[in-house]
């Protein structure tokens, strides 16, 4: 049985509930938690508040935090396999997507650990009034709580762990309660590298119980959320309740312009891996295909010949190119998106149902999908899918692909493909998203700011930028002469 991680002990819920956790493939179990609920949350909780209080985790040098971050990197580097393994297990997705994974997570507490004691410093000011000092310094928010989703479940903890301990806070987080395996890995490994007791806090269980509990408690000055618009709306309520700190990372529906200038075998290749990579149950797949109109027949003819060719199965073959859907439920929820993409007068080009190759009937494959004759209007084009499905719109001008773009109450990523790199600067210019590639698509790094425009979030993650989301600015003003004023006479 898979505990929960408060003030330093591995604890089993009281009311006894558990969860089985099933392999998407082919329904097994692979493991049991135990899940907690309101009581739970608040211990953990208070636990966060305690060694935030007492300890002294965000007093000490920076510099040493940065240290057992680093350990943290080791540890994770150290049972890479074992940790990917889990992740393909839990999720589906092929062991070389989850390898590739666990390097980026292990990059990214890398980076946040070598950030330490270079990016937490303050900054003199030049005080404006005579025999004074003035400085800002940067200090921990306190109590973070942190939500996450189960497309990228151990990816999506690191960019949220990783600056949070750097920065000097303590923490909560709770994983989806359908993909915890990785994360409560990675909190057996901060055990061993030796955060001190109730700095670092796992609780397991649903979202509208645990995860409300820790978006709404008043012992917490912030909540990261990654995951559905919905949700993420439900967390800001709870939120206000004391004016919590806000990070939200929400969905996306992200358009790809294909201008016919661009190399056509390359644009081909890239929309490709825009949507159907991890099954398109990636917050940033470039689900909305925009292409010029003298190219959209050939185009779509070469993306349904290669869609046709993409090898479903295990993701512990070698040969598999996509695994299945992360649930049932999920299945269900993009079954009913493609039936109203019919309805609605889309046309199928490749897809479109559950497979029928009897290999596949235990798991939750869904098709590779391209659906033409899409307009904007469709809900099919608006709503995010996160299946693999794309929407193929066509332009006739620069203009008219903008205006697409950035049609859509999203604004997390898009893509834009053309030789003519002033007509992509131009576009880049007009595009409302928080990340726009240029002849690429779905790249990201430590290095650089990850968020969104409009509804797909508040704050960045990753990046400088993914530190400060976690520090207070403090001004501190010292008068160097003090003297009484007399205004009061
Ligand atoms: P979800 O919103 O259903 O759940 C995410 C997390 O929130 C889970 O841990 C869940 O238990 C919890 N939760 C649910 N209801 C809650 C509540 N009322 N209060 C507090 N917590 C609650 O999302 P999901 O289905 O797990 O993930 C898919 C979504 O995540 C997609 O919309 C995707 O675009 C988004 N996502 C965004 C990014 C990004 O960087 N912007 C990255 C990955 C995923």
Same mark, same amino acid.
């Given at each position: 049985m898979k505990k929960m991680f408060i003030n330093g002990e591995? @604890?089993?819920?009281?009311?006894?509930?558990?969860?089985?956790?099933?392999?998407?493939? &082919? %329904?097994? @179990?692979?493991?049991?938690?135990?899940? =907690?609920?309101?009581?739970?949350?608040?211990n953990a909780i208070a636990a966060a508040?305690?060694?935030? &209080?007492?300890?002294?985790?965000?007093?000490?040098?920076? +510099?040493?935090?940065?240290? @057992?971050?680093h350990k943290i990197a080791d540890l994770i580097e150290r049972d890479r396999d074992e940790l990917a393994n889990l992740e393909s297990l839990d999720t589906g997705k092929t062991v070389a997507e989850s390898l590739m994974d666990m390097d980026d997570i292990a990059a990214v507490f890398?980076?946040?650990?070598?950030?330490?004691?270079?990016?937490?410093? =303050?900054?003199?000011?030049?005080?404006?009034?005579? &025999?004074?000092?003035?400085k800002i310094v940067r200090e921990p928010v306190g109590v973070c709580a942190q939500i996450t989703p189960w497309n990228y479940p151990l990816l999506q903890a690191s960019w949220k762990l990783a600056p949070a301990l750097v920065a000097g806070n303590t923490l909560v987080m709770k994983p989806s309660e359908i993909t915890p395996l990785t994360s409560i890995k990675v909190f057996e490994l901060m055990e061993e590298a030796g955060i001190p007791k109730g700095v670092v806090n796992l609780v397991l269980g649903p979202g509208e119980s645990v995860g409300n509990e820790m978006a709404s408690n008043n012992d917490v000055d912030l909540v990261s959320?990654?995951?559905?618009?919905?949700? /993420?709306?439900?967390?800001?309520?709870?939120?206000?309740? &004391? @004016?919590?700190k806000?990070?939200?990372?929400? /969905?996306?529906?992200?358009?790809?312009? +294909?201008?016919?200038?661009?190399?056509?075998?390359?644009?081909?290749? #890239?929309?490709?891996?825009a949507v159907?990579?991890?099954? /398109? #149950?990636v917050c940033s797949a470039g689900t909305r295909l925009i292409v010029e109109e003298s190219i959209h027949d050939q185009f779509v003819e070469s993306l349904v010949d290669r869609a046709k060719n993409i090898q479903l199965g295990?993701?512990?073959?070698?040969?598999? %190119?996509? =695994? $299945?859907?992360i649930s049932k439920e999920h299945l269900n929820k993009v079954i009913e998106y493609v039936e109203r993409g019919k309805q609605e007068g889309v046309t199928v080009a490749v897809g479109g149902s559950v497979p029928n190759d $009897?290999?596949?009937q235990k798991g939750f494959f869904f098709l590779p999908t391209v659906l033409t004759d899409c307009t904007t209007d469709m809900r099919v084009v608006q709503d995010e899918g996160f299946g693999p499905v794309i929407t193929v719109e066509k332009f006739a001008t620069e203009e008219e692909a903008v205006q697409l773009a950035n049609d859509s109450i999203y604004g997390l990523s898009g893509g834009v493909f053309t030789n003519d790199i002033a007509k992509a600067e131009r576009c880049v210019a007009k595009m409302r998203m928080g990340t726009v590639w240029i002849n690429d698509v779905n790249l990201y790094f430590p290095q650089a700011p990850w968020g969104g425009y409009k509804q797909s979030g508040i704050g960045r993650e990753l990046g400088k930028t993914g530190l400060e989301e976690y520090q207070e600015i403090k001004h501190v003003f010292h008068n160097l002469k003090p003297e009484p004023l007399n205004w009061f006479k």
């Open positions: 591995w @604890v089993e819920s009281n009311s006894g509930s558990v969860r089985h956790i099933i392999n998407p493939y &082919n %329904q097994e @179990v692979i493991a049991t938690v135990s899940e =907690g609920d309101i009581d739970e949350t608040k508040r305690k060694a935030f &209080n007492e300890s002294d985790w965000s007093t000490i040098p920076a +510099i040493e935090r940065g240290k @057992v971050v890398r980076y946040y650990a070598e950030m330490a004691d270079k990016e937490a410093d =303050g900054e003199i000011i030049n005080s404006p009034i005579p &025999n004074s000092t003035s959320f990654t995951g559905g618009l919905e949700t /993420g709306k439900k967390i800001m309520q709870a939120a206000s309740s &004391n @004016v919590k806000l990070a939200l990372e929400l /969905g996306g529906k992200n358009p790809n312009v +294909i201008f016919a200038d661009a190399d056509f075998e390359t644009a081909v290749d #890239q929309a490709m891996n159907f990579f991890h099954a /398109g #149950q295990s993701g512990f073959e070698e040969s598999t %190119q996509m =695994g $299945p859907l $009897p290999e596949l």
